[in-house]
């Protein structure tokens, strides 16, 4: 019986402007239930947008298309731009939001949430944060993630050796990639780890 192996091809390269239809329907489809999910992936690509040239973002391409991203910035540069994401999308996302009557408490929720832990200091939380990560269902166990992280890690650790990230605690396939990877628990937040 012959086996068959599986051989990574594809390529890891910058995010540009023309990959954010994608990167918006990979994080619509990864993440639907998490509070940026909720919305369309117009309103999701203009979240990235403006990460786009001031945050360390990274996508992974294979003869089919893109099918996963990565995005990390400092934490000051996250919140600069998650303001001009709301300062220039506020009434797109009230919109969004008010259409979506199932969404109104969770957004509320996230909202307080946020603001919760915008009140609170984490001094030990590295500065510079790995904001998302997601690959396509199709390559899910591939090894696109590990690949990602891997050249996610190259482009930051001349100037960020340390980074943290965030993952809910039910996520556990998530946090059994980063233990495999070599990840340690930091600190739990709220909902997070």
Not at 29 to 39: I, P, W
Request: aromatic share 10%; proline share 4%; hydrophobic share 40%.
């Amino acid at each position: 019986m012959p086996t068959h192996s599986t051989r990574m091809t594809g390529s890891v390269r910058p995010a540009t402007i023309a990959d954010l239809p994608a990167i918006a329907g990979i994080h619509k489809r990864r993440f639907a239930a998490h509070a940026l999910g909720r919305y369309s992936t117009t309103l999701i690509g203009r979240f990235y947008r403006e990460l786009l040239s001031s945050a360390t973002f990274l996508v992974h391409e294979q003869e089919h298309g893109l099918d996963g991203f990565v995005v990390g910035a400092e934490q000051k540069v996250c919140r600069q731009c998650k303001y001009r994401f709301m300062r220039t999308c506020l009434l797109r996302v009230a919109w969004e939001t008010l259409g979506q009557p199932e969404a109104v408490w969770p957004a509320l929720r996230q909202a307080i949430r946020q603001l919760r832990l915008a009140a609170r200091e984490f001094p030990s939380l590295a500065e510079f944060r790995l904001l998302s990560i997601a690959v396509d269902e199709r390559v899910e166990g591939t090894g696109v993630g590990t690949r990602l992280i891997t050249a996610f890690e190259r482009q930051v650790s001349n100037t960020w050796p340390l980074y943290g990230l965030s993952v809910h605690r039910e996520n556990s396939r998530a946090i059994r990639f980063y233990e495999k990877l070599g990840f340690e628990i930091e600190q739990a937040r709220d909902s997070e780890i």
